[in-house]
């Protein structure tokens, strides 16, 4: 019997690309005429950033921290990283959770799981802080009864230790748990190989037709 349904946050439950496009140029824009420099100036410091902070730190969540790429990509343009930095992930988030929404169906489903006594769980690769303020942007938090970031857990998906500490947060069997995610190597893969049963979300297809099909097939293996 299914106990508890875990949710992947980025691209499942929202879309992510547009609104990280929106903010990365809302960023740039910002940078480019703040500091006089080119397009392609900038986001050349800017993959610089990203590639290092990820050589540096790997498969963590702290890889994936936009403070310590903006940081880095100012040290590489030769500029003082403080307080600009600061001020630049602040832009980027900001705009990115201004506009954040709720895919078509998420709700309905975590209503329904949660009517049938089923536990919520989100499980995400990135830093706990910025995770949470997601989940409040979305308005979903009162639905959450636990969250495992992969700052928290140490390591990302698929790693099996992920998957293993949701279970210890759970106090639940392997069986008794279905994983939902969009990326089939980290969310089903990992989740399968853990023993947990999965289902892929498809970013691609109609939310809402996607959610209600998923509650569906959760109720009918629990009978």
């Known amino acids: 019997m299914i106990r508890a349904v875990i949710l992947d946050l980025d691209n ?7 609104l990280s496009a929106e903010a990365a140029a809302k960023v740039r824009t910002f940078i480019c005429g703040r500091l006089k420099i080119t397009e392609p100036q900038y986001e050349e410091a800017f993959r610089f950033g990203r590639e290092q902070t990820k050589r540096q730190l790997g498969e963590t969540g702290a890889s994936h921290n936009r403070l310590l790429y903006f940081q880095k990509a100012l040290e590489y343009l030769g500029v003082a990283p403080m307080p600009l930095s600061l001020q630049i992930y602040e832009i980027y988030w900001s705009t990115f959770l201004e506009k954040m929404s709720l895919r078509d169906g998420a709700r309905e489903f975590m209503e329904c799981m949660k009517k049938h006594g089923m536990r919520i769980m989100i499980c995400t690769d990135l830093t706990a802080h910025i ?5 409040e942007a979305l308005g979903i938090a009162e639905e959450i009864n636990f969250l495992v970031t992969s700052e928290e857990a140490g390591v990302e998906k698929p790693a099996p230790e992920v998957f293993a500490f949701c279970l210890e947060k759970l106090k639940l069997s392997a069986e008794e748990v279905c994983f939902i995610g969009d990326d089939l190597r980290k969310d089903v893969e990992g989740a399968k190989a853990a023993g947990m049963r999965a289902i892929l979300y ?3 297809e109609p939310e809402a037709a996607q959610f209600a099909a998923m509650a569906e097939e ?3 293996q629990n009978g």
Do not use: S
């Open 12 to 18: 499942t439950l929202y879309a992510y690309e547009p």
């Open 131 to 135: 995770q949470h303020r997601k989940i």
């Open 202 to 204: 498809r970013p691609e």
């Open 218 to 220: 959760i109720l009918q």
